[in-house]
């Protein structure tokens, strides 16, 4: 456990004058010293002075705010730049919280409810690197009323004077644990049941063809609940002692008391380290657990998934078919030579009528999901790292399928379904809001890391592409039903749009982790002679929900106690993978002379265009 030293600071409040302690945590991580600048003080009525004292400290550059976003703390947003990380929440126990997940012990807010204070920890360098000299340049307490302040009240910052070295993101999660591990925000696990069912959970694990360690976990809760419990008993003696402290003594008995004090004050705080060490290890061996899986599923690879429906029938042309790679080459659709120049391989530009198309099979599809129910919205692009994290995606894998933003927490979507799993993070549902039901028009970026030959070829694998996602927020009890409705809108989107294809089951070594259950919808591409995936329903229970916070407040029932909250289920479903239709529509409707019939059901949003035609030359 480092060494901790504190002072105070005062806090111009007006009368009386209120002392912040700011307790740095000194560690053995060169490239940061953290300035403590020289303060008056007030204690008991008396005035000190405090000379400002420079000492080495690993540390972040993490600037805090605690409270609404407001002018000034975008001011310091744009002042301070992308050398440190900069935090907003609505009461101090919210950021101490975000603090923690988002770069470990870096630096941990705590606030006292008895007394006006709060503390600034400092840790080991995690998520952020070393930054230079650090300078607590500004913190202030305010409340709403004097007779009620409390930790929601608090509102604290802290501002870099000087940094010398340029921040990245590094993996690593504080109190000196190794660089190579990841940062870890906090999740609240079902750890009881992995413990309970530990072989359960490893029979999961090998069917879905998962490396994680669910005995480890087991291990891993086992050991941190004894030490909790050993926490708690020194924290009830220290309590103990205090009380006695009150009571009328000799000065040998009080001597006494107060060295027991001390020492069960040095021991608490080295086994709250010891504590907050095993619940990093445990959350991050945790987290890797994917979800149990519906006994119906194949277990094995893709080739063990069951067909459950089969629409349609296959084309049958009498002539050979073309891909729709000559197709958009033919008919002036596609062109990946330009792309490649201004952005690389996988990338595309669609003209023409290929651009049409686009933007009538987002408006057709997201027109069919707003009809059943479901909210239109455009969603952001970039998201917080932690929230792709969270529902289930892995922006820090060596073999990642999203891309990062430079000196950010920032990541690219690799699908609508992340933002808008986000948008209700942290929520309390009542019950009868549900189920909730969104529809997101979002951009989509993929690595597609480890992708290659003829079945990634053209339009099928790209880096980016438009995409509507259907995400749905429910009870458990509403999930099965949800999960087969949202393949019953695809079934019915693709039967209209006249094409054939199967609905899978797909076995478990398919399955993300989040996935309880996963239906894919494969089309007929007579071009490239096979099936591909056009379109996925997922049912995650409450997988993501316990990663992003989203319960719900069940009704009482008369005579019954009030029901605790439950975590929600979510679900998620393609509704249009823009790219991979264009490519099952030219392949299927491709005529003899090269043509391509627009699906009737997509004429309305063509601007009247009913056919694609290769262009006449121009004459000379």
């Known amino acids: 456990m480092p060494h901790q030293r504190s002072v105070r600071i005062p806090l111009d409040v007006g009368k009386p004058v209120v002392t912040v302690q700011v307790r740095v945590a000194r560690a053995d991580v060169p490239g940061l010293q953290v300035l403590e600048p020289a303060a008056g003080e007030r204690v008991r009525g008396k005035r000190k002075r405090a000379q400002g004292r420079e000492h080495d400290s690993g540390g972040a550059a993490l600037v805090a705010w605690c409270g609404r976003p407001s002018k000034e703390f975008e001011r310091s947003r744009a002042r301070l730049g992308d050398r440190t990380m900069l935090l907003s929440t609505k009461s101090l126990g919210a950021l101490r919280l975000r ?47 004097p007779q009620h302040a409390s930790s929601r009240a608090w509102r604290c910052r802290a501002a870099v004077a000087e940094a010398t070295t340029e921040a990245g993101v590094v993996s690593g999660s504080g109190h000196g644990s190794k660089a190579e591990q990841p940062a870890v925000w906090k999740a609240p696990l079902d750890f009881k049941f992995i413990r309970d069912n530990v072989e359960e959970v490893e029979s999961n694990c090998r069917d879905r063809n998962n490396p994680a360690d669910p ?23 220290r309590n103990a002692n205090a009380k006695k402290l009150k009571g009328k003594m000799s000065k040998e008995e009080r001597d006494v008391l107060i060295g027991d004090g001390k020492s069960l004050k040095e021991q608490i705080a080295a ?39 089969t629409v349609g029938s296959r084309p049958e042309f009498g002539f050979k078919a073309r891909d729709h790679l000559e197709l958009g080459e033919s008919l002036d659709l596609i062109d990946f030579e330009s792309a490649a120049s201004v952005t690389g391989s996988k990338f595309y530009y669609l003209r023409n009528e290929a651009a049409l198309l686009e933007l009538a099979l ?32 892995q922006p ?29 993070m942290n929520s309390l549902l009542e019950e009868d809001s549900l189920p909730l039901k969104m529809a997101g028009f979002g951009r989509c970026f993929r690595t597609e890391a480890g992708a290659a030959g ?45 094409l054939h294809f199967k609905v899978m089951d797909m076995a478990s070594h398919d399955l993300g982790a989040p996935a309880y259950r996963k239906f894919d919808v494969e089309a007929w591409m007579p071009g490239m002679e096979r099936y591909g995936e056009i379109s996925s329903a997922s049912n995650c229970t409450d997988y993501q ?47 003899e002379d090269g043509s391509v019939l627009i699906p009737e059901v997509l004429q309305p949003y063509m601007g009247g265009v009913k056919k694609i035609q290769a262009r006449e030359a121009p004459s000379e």
């Open 396 to 424: 820090r894998a060596e073999n990642t399928q999203n891309y990062g933003v430079r000196d950010s927490d920032l990541c690219l979507t690799g699908t609508a379904e992340i933002p808008l799993g986000g948008s209700v």
């Open 271 to 309: 086994l709250e380290g010891t504590v907050e060490e095993v619940q990093m290890e445990l959350q991050r061996e945790g987290q890797k657990i994917p979800n149990m899986t519906h006994p119906d599923v194949p277990v094995g690879g893709e080739e063990c998934s069951t067909v459950l429906e």
């Open 545 to 591: 929900a316990r990663r992003l916070s989203i319960r719900y407040r069940p009704g009482a029932k008369p005579g019954q106690k009030k029901p605790k909250n439950v975590f929600v289920h979510t679900l998620n479903a393609t509704a249009c993978a823009v790219p991979r239709m264009i490519v099952a529509i030219l392949e299927n409707f491709q005529q």
């Open 99 to 145: 603090t923690k997940q988002q770069v470990g012990s870096a630096f941990c807010l705590a606030s006292g409810r008895r007394r006006a204070e709060v503390s600034l920890v400092g840790g080991c360098a995690a998520g952020l690197g070393n930054l230079g000299r650090m300078h607590w340049s500004a913190c202030y307490h305010h409340h709403h009323h």
């Open 362 to 393: 987002v408006n057709y599809s997201m027109g069919k999901a707003v009809a059943r129910g479901f909210v239109p919205m455009i969603t952001p692009d970039l998201v917080r790292t932690e929230v792709l994290e969270k529902c289930g995606f």
């Open 215 to 237: 005995r480890l976990v087991a291990e891993l809760y086992a050991k941190y609940l004894q030490r909790n419990q050993e926490l708690a008993e020194l924290q009830q003696a």
């Open 454 to 498: 003829s079945a990634s070829k053209g339009l099928y694998r790209v880096h980016q592409f438009s995409k509507v996602e259907m995400f749905v927020v429910c009870t458990p009890e509403q999930s099965d039903q949800l999960h087969q409705e949202l393949i019953d809108i695809e079934v019915e989107m693709f039967k209209e749009l006249g």
